[in-house]
């Protein structure tokens, strides 16, 4: 049976708000899904260069700064702390205010803790930069992933969407190896947070043109005691992780943190 929708003149009049708002719409019927698409893969390509292009840049980074061996696993550790414990709640977030304004606000803070990280003149300025990134990292990339299951609701071209999307996060973290070593070696580790800044801003800028914003239906509270116990949870266990990595599985600091997080 085909759907039939209000006309006017003739004319079919799709009311675009209520489709982009409305998870549920008719396949296809949202406009610019691909250009959408390719919004989202660019913020994705910008995300999974950073996690890989900043390892190449560590050492130069610990010369120019004077970072101890003890710190420089800060550079690292920082991004992936706030980044693992506030996705949650930056999922939520992105539902229920919306989720191309946080997008667009992921993108844009995204852009300002790169810049941020490419002057650091020390250590701690380049560390807070890191968990900046991490904190705007964690309301981009559950809004991505809710951007393309609304846009995207006919399963064929949902799976070839998140087909994009998986070889984006896969590729990109070869791209960003060769492209941190040719930005070191040719100008500056600096390059290697900097060059995220113009590319979450032409994201940014695209979005506002292609992205229809969303949200979810129903209850709009926040359970708050949820969400501190949630992100402190995933908080411990992110550090566990990284001190394992480091001291190794029986350290006594390593069992108590992913101890606290279970």
């Known amino acids: 049976m085909r759907e039939s929708y209000p006309q006017t003149n003739n004319k079919?009049?799709?009311?675009?708000?209520?489709?982009?708002?409305?998870?549920?719409?008719?396949?296809?019927q949202a406009p610019d899904r691909w250009r959408t698409l390719l919004v989202i893969a660019i913020a994705q390509l910008m995300v999974v260069?950073?996690?890989?292009?900043?390892?190449?840049?560590?050492?130069?980074?610990?010369?120019?700064?004077?970072?101890?061996?003890a710190n420089q696993q800060w550079v690292i550790t920082a991004y992936t702390l706030a980044f693992g414990s506030l996705l949650l709640l930056g999922g939520r977030i992105a539902d229920f205010v919306g989720r191309k304004?946080?997008?667009?606000?992921?993108?844009?803070?995204?852009?300002?803790?790169?810049?941020?990280?490419?002057?650091?003149?020390?250590?701690?300025l380049l560390f807070a930069s890191r968990a900046l990134q991490g904190v705007f990292g964690a309301l981009l990339a559950p809004a991505a992933l809710s951007i393309v299951s609304v846009t995207f609701t006919d399963p064929k071209e949902r799976a070839r969407a998140f087909g994009v999307y998986g070889a984006i996060s896969g590729g990109g973290a070869a791209i960003g190896l060769i492209l941190g070593g040719a930005l070191t070696e040719y100008f500056s580790?600096?390059?290697?947070?900097?060059?995220?800044?113009?590319?979450?801003?032409?994201?940014?800028?695209?979005?506002?043109?292609?992205?229809?914003?969303?949200?979810a239906g129903g209850?709009?509270?926040?359970?708050?005691?949820?969400?501190?116990?949630?992100?402190?949870?995933?908080?411990?266990l992110v550090y566990g992780f990284n001190e394992a990595a480091r001291k190794g599985w029986s350290d006594s600091m390593t069992l108590t943190f992913l101890g606290v997080a279970v």
């Not at 079919?12 to 008719?26: A, D, K, R």
């Not at 209850?219 to 411990?236: E, I, K, N």
């Open 12 to 28: 079919i009049n799709l009311n675009w708000s209520f489709c982009v708002t409305n998870p549920n719409y008719p396949a296809g």
């Open 49 to 69: 260069l950073d996690s890989s292009i900043v390892n190449i840049a560590i050492p130069s980074a610990k010369a120019d700064l004077g970072i101890t061996d």
């Open 101 to 124: 304004k946080i997008f667009i606000i992921g993108l844009l803070g995204f852009a300002g803790a790169s810049a941020l990280g490419g002057i650091a003149h020390n250590q701690e």
């Open 189 to 215: 580790w600096r390059w290697c947070l900097g060059v995220n800044t113009p590319i979450a801003i032409a994201a940014a800028l695209l979005a506002l043109k292609y992205v229809h914003e969303s949200k």
């Open 219 to 236: 209850d709009h509270s926040y359970d708050l005691p949820g969400v501190f116990t949630a992100s402190a949870g995933l908080f411990a």
